[in-house]
């Protein structure tokens, strides 16, 4: 079974870049791929992007390329999702997800809030 | 990107009565090659991630109880609760998982009534 755990809560300023980490246990990290999903208060999910750490490329949606990077440390079986120029409309709970044969997000970490003010 | 439309957007059922979310997609979710469609149901409770109901359109996630189903295919799909119990209250999004971006519905709230 599939275990993910993300980093802690961030406060940023507008402007400035937010990291986030999601480290994998059980199962093998190489066989899936990892998604990040966010969740703004009171709006349904939103895919960012993903990557499978065995290709090392990254897929990003259109509305965040340039200012989302999504990599993948098979080494330590962690994802890292990083955010720049964060605008205020970026406060959200960010997510990682697995996927594995095209059948959705399997498993999900606990989600990571960042809050975005002045 | 796919348009994925729910509705109800909200909905209130008696216990032990039926449940019947439906899910629009603005193209077709079925794959030809393999006949699998590649709609996705979940359920979010408050403080909780989602969590993965239905694949496939219609495969149950083991643990899932038999009371919730998925049918449907290519641009219509359903889920379905057949007699609602009380742990049944959430929010629940269809989500297609065809293309990239891969897109969410915009969820219906279930609740008791």
């Known amino acids: 079974q599939v275990q993910l755990v993300q980093s802690g809560g961030e406060m940023k300023k507008p402007g400035s870049s937010v990291n986030v980490s999601c480290k994998a246990s059980?199962?093998?990290?190489?066989?899936?791929?990892v998604s990040w999903v966010r969740q703004a208060p009171g709006h349904g999910p939103e895919w960012m992007g993903g990557?499978?750490?065995?290709?090392?490329?990254?897929n990003y949606a259109q509305k965040f390329q340039g200012r989302v990077t999504i990599i993948a440390d098979e080494s330590t079986s962690t994802a890292y999702m990083e955010l720049s120029s964060l605008r205020s409309e970026d406060t959200a709970i960010y997510y990682c997800?697995?996927?594995?044969?095209?059948?959705?997000?399997?498993?999900w970490g606990q989600g990571t809030l960042v809050t975005v003010s002045s | 990107d796919i348009v994925m439309t729910q509705s109800p957007d909200s909905l209130a059922v008696s216990l032990g009565e039926r449940a019947t979310i439906n899910c629009k997609s603005s193209q077709s979710v079925l794959y030809s090659s393999n006949n699998k469609n590649y709609l996705v149901w979940y359920q979010q409770k408050p403080g909780q991630p989602p969590k993965r109901l239905i694949y496939?359109?219609?495969t149950r996630e083991s643990g899932v109880p038999d009371r919730i189903s998925g049918s449907g295919s290519g641009t219509d799909f359903t889920l379905t609760i057949s007699s609602l119990q009380a742990e049944d209250v959430a929010v629940y999004y269809c989500?297609?998982?065809?293309?990239?971006?891969?897109?969410f519905g915009q969820g219906t709230k279930l609740e008791i009534k």
């Open positions: 059980g199962g093998t990290f190489s066989s899936y791929a």
């Open positions: 989500q297609q998982y065809y293309t990239t971006p891969y897109t």
């Open positions: 990557v499978m750490s065995m290709f090392g490329v990254a």
């Open positions: 997800a697995t996927e594995f044969a095209g059948a959705g997000f399997e498993h």
């Open positions: 496939w359109a219609s």
